[in-house]
């Protein structure tokens, strides 16, 4: 049974920083594609940064280029996001995503971690 379960969300002050971790079983990660959504109230879900599978490349959201930091051990089934700078948009529930490199179709989502930015 795939599992993606995300942790480390919490409450935190403008300008904080948060580490996200997803722990990653019942699939084999390095044929995995992963990334972070987020989706805060009333809004869609949005793509906050990815990695390819081997972790050569990377890709960020504008709002969050230069402040988020995606990362990943394969060895250790786990996908990180280091958040720096924090500022009230991005609070949000922040979602892990795997997605196959060959069989596209074949995707998993974690239930979430709830990020909140606030004074």
């Known amino acids: 049974q795939v599992q993606l379960v995300e942790s480390g969300g919490g409450l935190v002050q403008p300008g904080g920083s948060l580490r996200l971790s997803c722990a990653v079983s019942?699939?084999?990660?390095?044929?995995?594609?992963m990334s972070w959504y987020r989706q805060a109230p009333g809004k869609q879900r949005e793509l906050v940064a990815s990695i390819t599978s081997t972790g050569n490349s990377t890709n960020y959201a504008d709002s969050v280029k230069g402040r988020f930091t995606i990362s990943r051990d394969n060895t250790k089934n786990i996908v990180a996001l280091h958040m720096d700078s924090l500022n009230s948009d991005d609070t949000a529930t922040y979602f892990c995503h795997a997605r196959h490199i060959s069989y596209t179709i074949l995707e998993s989502w974690g239930r979430g971690t709830q990020v909140t930015v606030s004074p």
């Open positions: 019942g699939l084999i990660l390095s044929a995995h594609d």
